[in-house]
């Protein structure tokens, strides 16, 4: 036992004063003269032995009532496990993703308590101790130590932030500017299993790392999983179906959950539907036709008491129609030209190769090099600077190719295949990325085309269709923009791919991967980067993000393309226009990462096991800012004693009463 003020330990010299006065008896006898002592045998005899047991009895509870009342103020306590020391320095990791507004039993806020549970360490320590406050953000502020007086003032300041930190992200953080001296980390955090990544095998040894998680009350969750347009080549004007897959991250079912559709802030649609738990389940809503231009599409419902998620952003551009330039061999038409006929969605000029001007090409987003067995050399070299540039080539071969010819333009290893009888192509890999969205029913006995190959590139397993002998038939290659090749001409004797219902759907996902302003209908907060495809930008025009803030995010522009980064700490979820100067040239959705909605957590134990279970780190199982206190006291302070020592104190004053009222 410890005290931690023992200068008061001199006051223990008044317990010399009850023993004086006991010693001593400053009253003179006093003699009284009876003139009959008869009255006096009723009075009972008290032995010299009984008198002086109970003023030995006083002597000593006045004695022990200084005694624990000089060591009450002493302040005695029982040592810390952790000493203190006067050059300290001390990073405090504030986990402020958005589950951290979910209520913890006593209904407090995870982050109102993660802050209190700061404010506590930095009362605690020595005034001269350093500290590091670190959050999701990584601002600026977390790259230098800080006083006391600037942590509390920079608390005032954290919000919930929208993006997430896995556990190996926020050690090498802490790694980055490791001190001379040893480190202790308090780690405050809910510890959720979706966002924590995988969890470092082993901490830094000579860090002492302190785990406080912040502990909620069973929850349950729903959220959007994910939307999509049925029609994927949306169009002006056009109707479509807006396609929501809800999610449950519970553990009860979820009946009748109302969402609402808002576009441009005008309800356009309302819905019930039912989640099993830990399920998924989807509703549609009918978008109406004449939607043009950018449109702020939200969807919205009712879930507490976890409420960061319950909206959903989603941006429907309809600005450009997509331009295919198709350069064959005379001016009759082709399957080409009707596929693309659809005038909202494309914008559709057809060449012979014998009048065509290069020019066309820098506005093109899909060109088709249709039906020509050469191709000569100015316009090879024209459409591989095209290509070069980020363009899209369709190649359907003539019925008589000259492989050379073709192979400098596609850039592959092209051989000529003698014709042969028409073959049947395998159903699609409906796993493919290509086909994603595209068939309602991923049905096995699809009926597909014939063909018979014209040239022929070898063996090629990522193949977008192929024959069922595995050859390929349509190929994609990646060459600074993207080459597609079909084996087969387009002719009749040649397949009947073109009179095909498959047909249309791949030529329309070409069409679709091609748009050279490409933008996804939204983005999570955990993407790095955007890639935009535009024409207009000059190389002195930042593009800017207009929201509830303006944001100039960092961006390099090769081409027409501009690459973007997400500035996640100057944004939040919702809408936000791409403007040049005054221009606004498109539209972004920005929502949370769904990680984030998965409320499951680790507990203290396991991330301790799991990061190696080290003598080095602790765990705090406080679930209140008091209980913290208290316990971060016994850690660094000690257990204090004073209580007791004043409730004995109080003891033996009570005992000395007690003995002089009913002790004769």
């Known amino acids: 036992m410890n005290f931690l003020y023992p200068s008061f330990l001199w006051a223990l010299g008044v317990l010399s004063i009850p023993i004086i006065i006991h010693l001593f008896n400053f009253r003179r006898?006093?003699?009284?003269?009876?003139?009959?002592?008869?009255?006096?045998?009723?009075?009972?005899?008290?032995?010299?032995?009984?008198?002086?047991?109970?003023?030995?009895?006083?002597?000593?509870?006045?004695?022990?009532?200084?005694?624990?009342?000089?060591?009450?103020?002493?302040?005695?306590?029982?040592?810390?496990?952790?000493?203190?020391?006067?050059?300290?320095?001390?990073?405090?990791?504030?986990?402020?993703?958005?589950?951290?507004?979910?209520?913890?039993?006593?209904?407090?806020?995870?982050?109102?308590?993660?802050?209190?549970?700061?404010?506590?360490?930095?009362?605690?320590?020595?005034?001269?101790?350093?500290?590091?406050?670190?959050?999701?953000?990584?601002?600026?502020?977390?790259?230098?130590f800080k006083t006391k007086s600037e942590i509390l003032d920079l608390l005032t300041q954290v919000r919930l932030s929208p993006v997430s930190r896995t556990m190996q992200e926020v050690t090498d953080r802490i790694r980055q500017q490791s001190a001379a001296h040893d480190r202790e980390v308090f780690w405050i955090s809910d510890f959720q299993k979706s966002t924590s990544g995988t969890i470092p095998a082993k901490l830094d040894s000579a860090t002492q790392w302190h785990l406080v998680p912040i502990h909620f009350a069973p929850l349950s969750n729903i959220f959007i999983d994910s939307a999509y347009l049925e029609n994927p080549f949306a169009a002006s004007g056009e109707k479509n179906v807006l396609r929501v897959k809800v999610r449950n991250d519970g553990k009860r079912d979820v009946d009748q959950l109302s969402l609402k559709l808002t576009i441009n802030n005008i309800q356009s649609g309302a819905g019930t539907l039912d989640v099993p738990q830990g399920g998924v389940a989807e509703t549609t809503f009918d978008l109406a036709t004449g939607l043009t231009g950018l449109n702020k599409a939200r969807i919205t419902f009712n879930d507490f008491p976890v409420s960061f998620d319950n909206e959903f952003f989603f941006a429907l551009n309809f600005t450009d129609k997509i331009k295919i330039v198709e350069i064959k061999k005379d001016n009759e038409p082709t399957p080409i030209e009707k596929v693309y006929g659809n005038k909202l969605v494309f914008s559709y000029h057809g060449f012979a190769v014998s009048n065509f001007n290069y020019n066309e090409l820098a506005q093109a987003d899909l060109v088709v090099v249709n039906g020509l067995n050469t191709v000569d050399p100015s316009l090879t070299n024209a459409l591989l600077d095209y290509i070069n540039k980020g363009g899209t080539l369709l190649l359907a071969p003539g019925t008589q190719p000259d492989v050379n010819s073709l192979k400098n333009l596609a850039q592959v290893g092209l051989n000529a295949a003698p014709k042969g009888e028409l073959a049947d192509l395998d159903r699609p890999d409906f796993s493919n990325p290509f086909f994603e969205n595209v068939f309602e029913e991923k049905s096995v006995s699809l009926a597909m085309p014939k063909a018979a190959r014209v040239i022929d590139w070898g063996n090629d397993r990522s193949a977008i269709l192929r024959f069922k002998n595995d050859q390929p038939f349509l190929s994609l290659f990646n060459r600074g923009g993207k080459v597609y090749i079909l084996a087969s001409a387009l002719e009749r004797d040649f397949t009947d791919f073109h009179q095909h219902a498959l047909f249309v759907p791949v030529m329309y996902r070409i069409a679709a991967s091609a748009r050279r302003n490409e933008t996804k209908h939204y983005y999570t907060l955990r993407e790095n980067l955007i890639t935009l495809r535009l024409d207009s930008i000059k190389n002195d025009e930042p593009l800017k993000l207009v929201g509830k803030e303006e944001v100039i995010p960092g961006q390099r522009k090769v081409g027409d393309r501009v690459f973007m980064e997400v500035p996640k700490f100057s944004i939040e979820q919702g809408f936000y226009k791409i403007a040049s100067q005054r221009d606004t040239i498109g539209l972004l959705a920005f929502n949370l990462d769904k990680e984030e909605s998965l409320m499951d957590q680790y507990s203290g134990e396991e991330v301790k096991t799991m990061a190696g279970g080290g003598d080095n780190i602790s765990i705090f199982t406080a679930s209140t800012s008091e209980t913290f206190s208290n316990e971060i006291k016994e850690r660094y302070l000690g257990t204090p004693l004073w209580k007791y020592a004043l409730l004995l104190a109080l003891l033996f004053i009570v005992t000395e009463i007690l003995l002089i009222r009913f002790l004769k």
């Open 29 to 144: 006898t006093t003699r009284i003269y009876f003139s009959n002592n008869r009255f006096l045998k009723q009075v009972k005899e008290a032995t010299t032995a009984r008198r002086r047991l109970k003023h030995y009895l006083i002597l000593a509870s006045r004695l022990l009532f200084l005694f624990f009342l000089v060591i009450t103020f002493c302040q005695p306590i029982i040592p810390a496990k952790n000493q203190l020391t006067n050059d300290h320095a001390i990073v405090l990791y504030l986990d402020n993703s958005q589950s951290m507004s979910a209520q913890m039993e006593d209904k407090v806020r995870g982050l109102d308590a993660g802050v209190a549970f700061v404010k506590n360490v930095v009362s605690l320590f020595p005034p001269d101790t350093r500290y590091k406050l670190i959050t999701n953000d990584f601002a600026p502020f977390s790259n230098s």
